[in-house]
């Protein structure tokens, strides 16, 4: 297997890309996030056409591609941080060249942006990163109910040097630990990488699903579907989000129920109800890409054996005007 390639960390006046890869951004959000990304002493810069429409998308595919592309190639950012998820980040996928990608840039993003995150780990083998984006998850603040965890982003983005641990919040399923490689992201996103040149590698994986706005028996579904696709196999752990908008009638089979069902004949450990991704609580950042452990006890811990930074020689970072840059 080809190494695992890791981005330099963020520093304190470091340049980030925000890119809008997928569905249009709502402007008063996407400034409350950059003022934030601020406020933590990055300098969040944006061009105009982030905030593009046509229908669903952030503007045409072929503008997207060309604005991610550039994001990923430039040397005057540190990060590219996706505005918001939605859908659209497929159409990248065919005409995405690596080819270009010559130094490795950190990724954040959820939901839609999976689809971006596989196709960087099976292509390049990039570490990537699940969690906020800048008007989803940013724009609310750090700690607070919709915001993001401050504590498990700096982690993830900014130290080099040691191994941390990540309370999941959320509860036991089936009790255990196991150690493996982070991977997954939104289950839907997940599934449409099937039959693809960037379908997920789960073998010897703590698996990360989550989703939103679900019927138990779509889950039912994709999970059989991964299922069927042998997509389990070798699957180490499990951690599982807390998919909001998914209640169901008390008494009626809930999402958590399909889960334990499905899960249970593997005998693997796995921990349900995390705040990853889809989440109204303080969602935390997850580093994809990297060796860790889960421990299913209790609320659940995610120990991450190693950093998912490595120092290299500092991009150049120059101060300008955000919205005008591209």
């Given at each position: ?7 330099p ?7 980030v ?38 229908g ?5 595919a ?8 550039r ?23 065919d ?10 840039k ?16 099976r ?17 609310k603040?750090?700690d607070?109910?919709?915001?993001y ?45 099937l ?15 989550e ?30 989000g ?32 995390a ?8 969602m ?8 860790a ?34």
């Open positions: 297997m080809p190494p695992v390639i890791k981005p960390p963020l520093e304190r006046g470091n340049t890309r925000i890119v809008a890869p997928a569905s249009p951004v709502e402007e008063a959000a996407l400034r409350k996030g950059c003022e934030e990304l601020e406020r933590l002493g990055y300098e969040a810069r944006w061009d105009p056409r982030v905030l593009a429409r046509q669903y998308f952030a503007g045409g072929e503008e997207r591609l060309a604005k991610f592309s994001a990923l190639e430039e040397n005057a950012s540190r990060a590219v941080i996706c505005a918001r998820g939605g859908y659209g980040s497929g159409y990248l996928l005409r995405l060249d690596t080819r270009c990608l010559k130094s490795p950190a990724l954040l993003g959820y939901s839609d942006i999976t689809l971006l995150q596989l196709f960087l780990w292509k390049k083998r990039w570490v990537t990163f699940y969690g906020p984006m800048v008007a989803s998850g940013f724009d603040g750090a607070v109910a919709g915001g965890d401050s504590e498990s982003f700096q982690q993830a983005l900014t130290q080099t040097s040691h191994a941390w641990k990540i309370d999941l919040r959320g509860e036991t399923l089936f009790f255990g630990q196991a150690e493996g490689t982070l991977a997954g992201g939104c289950l839907t996103l997940v599934e449409a990488t039959g693809t040149p960037w379908e997920i590698q789960a073998s010897g994986a703590i698996l990360l699903l989703d939103r706005g679900m019927k138990p028996y779509q889950v039912d579904r994709a999970l059989t579907h991964l299922r069927q696709a042998g997509k389990f196999k070798g699957v180490r752990a499990m951690v599982l807390e998919f909001p908008e998914c209640e169901v009638p008390p008494g009626n089979t809930s999402v958590r129920d399909v889960f334990e069902r499905i899960i249970e004949p593997l005998k693997i450990p796995a921990v349900w109800g705040p990853v991704g889809h989440t109204p609580r303080a935390l950042t997850i580093p994809l890409g990297i060796k452990r889960l421990v299913a006890h209790g609320s659940g811990r995610l120990e991450i054996l190693e950093p998912a930074c490595a120092n290299a020689p500092h991009h150049e970072t120059k101060r300008g005007d955000k919205s005008r840059r591209s």
